[in-house]
């Protein structure tokens, strides 16, 4: 199987690891993994900021670049939630406006083969067992486009628990958000800062060394908020637990 690795802006500026991560795993499990280098921002951070009519550029660019791919895989459930849910709502929107459907048959195509990794791993390939490795307490966020958004479930729970030498313990109000919610983090700083605090101390609260999830915009506000804590406790990607092996070990 041939996919593309739609790797997000925060990804690939901030967090290459994870990448490199999705390609190790993907490719240990047979699939054939292409990395476009035309690919830029899908423009969720454009349309969840107001600006509808920006993102559409960005949204047609994505599908330019990723309509040939049998599927299309991200370690982002936030960007794979804004192609699979609001793509469909940008050509709507684009029709209501009497523009014709020109922008919704540009994005058809890449919307239903667009999946966030745990999902890809879960429902295409059919395995919760990837031969991973990793000797750690580990507690894991349902972010919350992953959550409600793409409606995970307990993907991402299936997969950890298979993997070698880890124990996953229960998060304490798991399926409240974290408070970064990308702008909002920024217009309501405070409100995201005590929200990020009860979340750090509720991860803190399981005494595990790891907090893990599918989307690194999260792992980046809650881990932030452990630093300035000073809890210990590490943030992964899920990507790199489950890439990690007993001959390759992640730290």
Do not use: W
């Not at 041939?2 to 490199?20: I, Q």
């Not at 349902?142 to 959550?147: Q, S």
Request: aromatic share 6%; hydrophobic share 35%.
């Amino acid at each position: 199987m041939r996919v593309a690795l739609f790797l997000t802006c925060v990804n690939d500026t901030l967090y290459p690891d994870t990448g490199r991560a999705v390609v190790k795993l993907l490719t240990r499990l047979g699939v054939e993994v292409d990395f476009p280098s035309g690919q830029s921002c899908c423009g969720q951070a454009h349309y969840n900021t107001g600006y509808r009519h920006e993102a559409e550029p960005l949204a047609r660019h994505f599908s330019d670049v990723f309509r040939e791919y049998e599927a299309i895989v991200t370690p982002s459930g936030s960007c794979g939630a804004m192609v699979r849910e609001l793509y469909p709502r940008l050509g709507e929107r684009a029709r209501d406006e009497g523009r014709g459907d020109g922008l919704a048959r540009t994005l058809a195509p890449v919307v239903p083969k667009t999946y966030e990794l745990t999902e890809f791993l879960v429902d295409v390939l059919g395995v919760t067992d990837v031969g991973a490795y990793y000797p750690h307490t580990v507690t894991y966020h349902p972010t919350c486009h992953g959550l409600r958004g793409l409606g995970l479930g307990d993907r991402p729970r299936r997969l950890l628990r298979a993997v070698k030498g880890l124990e996953l313990v229960e998060l304490p109000g798991a399926e409240e958000c974290c408070g970064f919610g990308g702008t909002f983090a920024l217009k309501n700083a405070e409100v995201s800062a005590a929200m990020g605090a009860d979340k750090v101390r509720n991860a803190e609260s399981t005494g595990a060394e790891v907090l893990c999830a599918a989307d690194n915009s999260c792992l980046m506000h809650i881990g932030g908020t452990m630093s300035r804590l000073r809890t210990g406790m590490r943030p992964v990607h899920i990507a790199e637990i489950l890439a990690s092996t007993e001959e390759e070990p992640t730290a």
